[in-house]
């Protein structure tokens, strides 16, 4: 499976962003699909996930009310759609992918197994 993710760019505070994962080589299902970032000099954390399945999503309290995940199965393509961004936002973004039968924690970047190249997002005071 590849994973590209797009959409990042340079925004001011307040602005928003659309970020696209497209799958190929795969479709996506009974996977979780999920949004991490990494800012310079710190860990890669959670963002957002979505269970392809159910349409379940999942945020982290950082961005919960500001960001939504979803996906579209036609275009095998996951999105996070992002407003009211901050400069904290500021990160590459990554989207990721688990396998069918994951084990561990949705919110863990251990439990992915296919990951984009990521895309950057830089948000301006």
């Known amino acids: 499976v590849q994973l590209q993710a797009s959409g990042g760019g340079l925004v001011q505070a307040g602005d928003s962003l659309r970020l696209s994962c497209a799958a190929s080589?795969?479709?996506?299902?009974?996977?979780?699909v999920g949004w991490f970032r990494q800012a310079p000099g710190k860990e890669r954390r959670f963002v957002a996930a979505?269970?392809?399945?159910?349409?379940?999503?999942y945020y982290s309290d950082s961005v919960k009310g500001r960001f939504t995940v979803s996906r579209d199965n036609a275009e095998n393509t996951v999105y996070l759609q992002m407003k009211s961004l901050k400069p904290e936002d500021t990160a590459v973004y990554y989207c990721?992918?688990?396998?069918?039968?994951?084990?561990?924690?949705?919110?863990?970047?251990?439990?992915?197994?296919?990951w984009g190249q990521g895309t950057q997002v830089t948000v301006s005071s």
């Open positions: 990721a992918s688990t396998t069918p039968y994951y084990s561990g924690s949705r919110y863990d970047p251990k439990a992915y197994l296919y």
């Open positions: 080589g795969r479709t996506f299902s009974n996977v979780v």
């Open positions: 979505v269970t392809w399945s159910s349409g379940a999503s």
